[in-house]
């Protein structure tokens, strides 16, 4: 008597190697465009929430109802800094001037965030100068992204807002898809654009948690909108996932459509090309059971190896788009990888469904027919 | 006369069997999930491409209805979206006072972000003269803005998150009344209101941020203007920066998804063909035991791939137009366009797909032995 099992769902799906490769890169790339476009939107709102998640601030104090940088006006009129700083519990208080613009070199530019800053203290100026110092009058920190980008280095003038800076330095993780950002000084940027401030950036003193002094700073200025840091990093990181929802959801719809698609076909004709051993199985005595979780089987494991292969391309295609585009990040993170499984899995039942009407219908007499 | 590549005559027996054909219309069903795949990969690149159409005529929307010849700005100024231009409202009058200047008006634009029904909504803030121009060109319901506490905003936004006209909506800290409904800008609404408003809004009384100009003499205007360091452009001008800050934002990852897009569409005719193949390899193999050779077997399987590739392209163009009515309804926001060029590189890129795929199939049937031909199964 023979002992043992014969993983059937694995030979029957693996039997024919080459069609099983073709099947699995089938599903690998269809998973691909959901992983790839999930990891530039989460690319993308890393990016545009480096300023804030950087920041040494506890609180952010705007202009009412403005919770956010990204395609966003703020103005507050100078006092608003000492009004701030007179709040109890307030360490620390750093206008932060800031505007779009373009910078340029040449023919060459690109759209910035422009930030006026103290250089004194430096608390809302650049994370971290690689290269170079912080500016002086009349300079600039230009990020090292789109210096790059620009092909000027420290030394050379770039175009601003109309006026010519020299760059004094070379800032780090500020340049995304959209835009770079540049620095300078407080009074420069106030001689072009008045002396209003966009955000007041304040820290809290020992013992004061940021929410409390969110709290207090919101009660003694009801005219601004006040954040933590974390709400702020929150609310900006929501624009690109509220801009990107709809994209994100037509792509992922039309991936896992052809993913269903190729693992379906893939099933169906492993399935019916196979329906003599069937048979033969049923013959001896499987059940349907027996029959439907072979098939759904080969379903998983199509889905799976797809599904690795797509992780592994995904990683693959965002280093080459970061290489090549050094403003794009492609970030594949746990979360989209089990999102896209999920999603996948489901796509595997859903393909399962019509070998598996075959396979449980399937005549046992089958097995003892010339082929 | 010899019979036509991808088919073959057999012996005296008159009369080509169009092998390729047969083989892929034994099993309809298979041939028509194929088709299928192929045909939502073309979708994909039909979609990308109208979208990318649809940007481009989109982000324009603004110059193309104004009517202006020319657009005076802050010097560095090259965009209308994203970089902010600040002039003071006493250019208006520097442009007024050149000769060939048959008018000029000031407008001032914005993005700004606003929260309805808890999601963010790009809007692009417009504030003109009301009664002059530069304001608000296409009101579909209601009337444009008269006071600086009136709004009219763009149709997608009132109608997905149903405001009408006589509502109100909170904008940088101030409420505005709907007065009237109006176009939409690209990925974002409009909303147009008073340049006072905008004044108030952002604290800077006495600026403007662009003066539009009508004229029939724009090269010698523009030449006077931007002598006095002013930045002077045109709509072409604006239309292509604009487009080129679009291209910087979507250009790496469109062309990705473009990418990824043609290889599934090669992966799965490869598939579907090299399976049709391998399950008749026995056929295949008295067509080799006949005398068959290599060319004509690449040829059989080049025309049996590139039948699937068709097969998908029609598909595709069925699956991409009831796509396209499906998100423009849904979604009005976003604008797919047909051109012809895109036809073009879809149905190039069906074809090119087709060839690709042809490689692994027709290596099945140059390695098959003749005497498949003589095996049961």
């Known amino acids: 008597m023979m002992t043992g099992r014969v993983p059937l769902a694995r030979k029957n799906l693996f039997q024919d190697r080459r069609r099983a490769a073709l099947s699995i890169a089938g599903v690998g790339f269809a998973l691909v465009l959901v992983l790839v476009l999930d990891g530039v939107f989460a690319g993308a709102m890393h990016q545009v929430t480096a300023y804030m998640r950087t920041s040494p601030a506890d609180v952010f104090v705007a202009q009412k109802d403005v919770r956010t940088m990204h395609m966003s006006q703020s103005a507050m009129p100078a006092e608003t800094v000492d009004a701030v700083r007179n709040v109890d519990g307030v360490a620390w208080v750093e206008g932060l001037r800031y505007t779009t613009a373009a910078v340029e070199?040449?023919?060459?530019?690109?759209?910035?965030?422009?930030?006026?800053?103290?250089?004194?203290?430096?608390?809302?100026?650049?994370?971290?100068?690689?290269?170079?110092?912080?500016?002086?009058?009349?300079?600039?920190?230009?990020?090292?992204?789109?210096?790059?980008?620009?092909?000027?280095?420290?030394?050379?003038?770039?175009?601003?807002?109309?006026?010519?800076?020299?760059?004094?330095?070379?800032?780090?993780?500020?340049?995304?898809?959209?835009?770079?950002?540049?620095?300078?000084?407080?009074?420069?940027?106030?001689?072009?654009?008045?002396?209003?401030?966009?955000?007041?950036?304040?820290?809290?003193?020992?013992?004061?948690?940021?929410?409390?002094?969110?709290?207090?700073?919101a009660s003694a200025l009801p005219e601004t909108t006040v954040q933590t840091r974390p709400e702020f990093v929150r609310q900006e990181a929501r624009i690109v996932r509220d801009m990107a929802a709809d994209v994100m959801a037509i792509m992922s719809v039309i991936g896992f459509l052809i993913a269903l698609a190729v693992v379906g076909l893939t099933l169906f004709t492993a399935t019916l090309g196979k329906l003599r051993e069937y048979g033969v199985v049923k013959a001896l005595g499987a059940g349907s059971g027996r029959l439907a979780a072979t098939v759904a089987a080969q379903a998983a494991w199509s889905v799976a190896l797809g599904l690795v292969l797509a992780v592994v391309l995904s990683v693959v295609?965002?280093?080459?788009?970061?290489?090549?585009?050094?403003?794009?990040?492609?970030?594949?993170?746990?979360?989209?990888?089990?999102?896209?499984?999920?999603?996948?899995?489901?796509?595997?039942?859903?393909?399962?469904?019509?070998p598996l009407r075959r396979v449980v219908r399937v005549d046992p007499a089958t097995a003892f027919r010339r082929p | 006369m010899p019979p036509r590549p991808g088919t073959i005559k057999i012996g005296t027996v008159h009369g080509a069997v169009p092998l390729a054909r047969r083989n892929l219309l034994a099993d309809p069903r298979r041939l028509a999930a194929s088709a299928g795949a192929v045909g939502l990969a073309i979708m994909l690149i039909l979609l990308l491409d109208g979208l990318w159409a649809g940007i481009k005529a989109n982000v324009t929307s603004y110059e193309d209805n104004v009517d202006a010849d020319l657009y005076v700005?802050?010097?560095?100024?090259?965009?209308?979206?994203?970089?902010?231009?600040?002039?003071?409202?006493?250019?208006?009058?520097?442009?007024?006072?050149?000769?060939?200047?048959?008018?000029?008006?000031?407008?001032?634009?914005?993005?700004?972000?606003?929260?309805?029904?808890?999601?963010?909504?790009?809007?692009?803030?417009?504030?003109?003269?009301?009664?002059?121009?530069?304001?608000?060109?296409?009101?579909?319901?209601?009337?444009?803005?008269?006071?600086d506490d009136e709004v009219a905003i763009g149709k997608v936004m009132a109608n997905r998150h149903g405001l009408s006209v006589g509502e109100t909506i909170d904008i940088m800290g101030r409420r505005f009344t709907i007065v009237g409904t109006t176009s939409d800008a690209f990925m974002a609404s409009f909303a147009f209101m008073t340049h006072a408003a905008t004044d108030a809004l952002l604290s800077a009384p006495g600026t403007t941020s662009f003066v539009l100009v009508g004229t029939d003499r724009p090269d010698a205007v523009r030449a006077r203007l931007a002598a006095t360091g002013l930045a002077v452009l045109d709509r072409d001008e604006l239309a292509e920066n604009d487009l080129a800050l679009m291209t910087r934002a979507w250009g790496v990852p469109m062309r990705v998804m473009v990418g990824v897009a043609f290889v599934i569409g090669s992966l799965v005719i490869a598939l579907t063909a090299y399976t049709a193949i391998a399950e008749r390899r026995r056929e295949y193999g008295i067509v080799k035991a006949i005398?068959?050779?290599?060319?004509?077997?690449?040829?059989?399987?080049?025309?049996?791939?590139?039948?699937?590739?068709?097969?998908?392209?029609?598909?595709?163009?069925?699956?991409?137009?009831?796509?396209?009515?499906?998100?423009?309804?849904?979604?009005?926001?976003?604008?797919?366009?047909?051109?012809?060029?895109?036809?073009?590189?879809a149905i190039a890129a069906a074809l090119l797909m087709g060839a690709v795929a042809a490689v692994i199939p027709a290596r099945r049937l140059a390695r098959l032995a003749p005497a498949t031909a003589y095996r049961g199964g």
């Open chain 1, 105 to 217: 070199a040449g023919d060459d530019r690109l759209l910035t965030y422009v930030f006026g800053y103290d250089t004194a203290t430096g608390r809302a100026g650049p994370k971290r100068i690689a290269e170079g110092r912080a500016p002086a009058a009349g300079e600039i920190v230009v990020d090292t992204t789109a210096a790059e980008e620009l092909g000027v280095g420290i030394g050379e003038t770039v175009s601003v807002l109309g006026q010519s800076f020299r760059i004094s330095g070379l800032s780090t993780n500020g340049t995304n898809m959209v835009n770079t950002t540049v620095f300078v000084r407080t009074e420069d940027f106030a001689n072009m654009r008045g002396t209003s401030y966009a955000y007041v950036l304040a820290g809290a003193e020992p013992g004061v948690s940021a929410d409390e002094l969110a709290r207090r700073v």
């Open chain 2, 73 to 147: 700005a802050q010097p560095g100024t090259r965009n209308f979206y994203g970089a902010i231009s600040v002039l003071p409202t006493s250019t208006v009058d520097t442009v007024r006072a050149d000769p060939d200047v048959d008018w000029a008006v000031p407008v001032r634009g914005f993005f700004s972000i606003v929260e309805l029904h808890s999601k963010k909504i790009a809007t692009f803030v417009v504030g003109s003269v009301p009664g002059g121009r530069g304001g608000a060109w296409d009101i579909a319901k209601g009337r444009a803005p008269a006071t």
């Open chain 2, 291 to 345: 005398g068959a050779r290599g060319r004509y077997l690449v040829v059989l399987a080049l025309r049996q791939t590139l039948m699937i590739a068709t097969a998908g392209l029609a598909a595709g163009g069925l699956l991409f137009l009831a796509g396209r009515v499906l998100i423009t309804s849904v979604r009005p926001q976003f604008v797919v366009l047909a051109t012809s060029g895109s036809i073009t590189r």
């Open chain 1, 317 to 354: 295609v965002g280093a080459a788009i970061g290489a090549l585009t050094p403003n794009v990040e492609v970030l594949v993170k746990p979360g989209s990888v089990f999102r896209t499984g999920v999603g996948a899995l489901a796509i595997g039942g859903i393909a399962a469904l019509l």
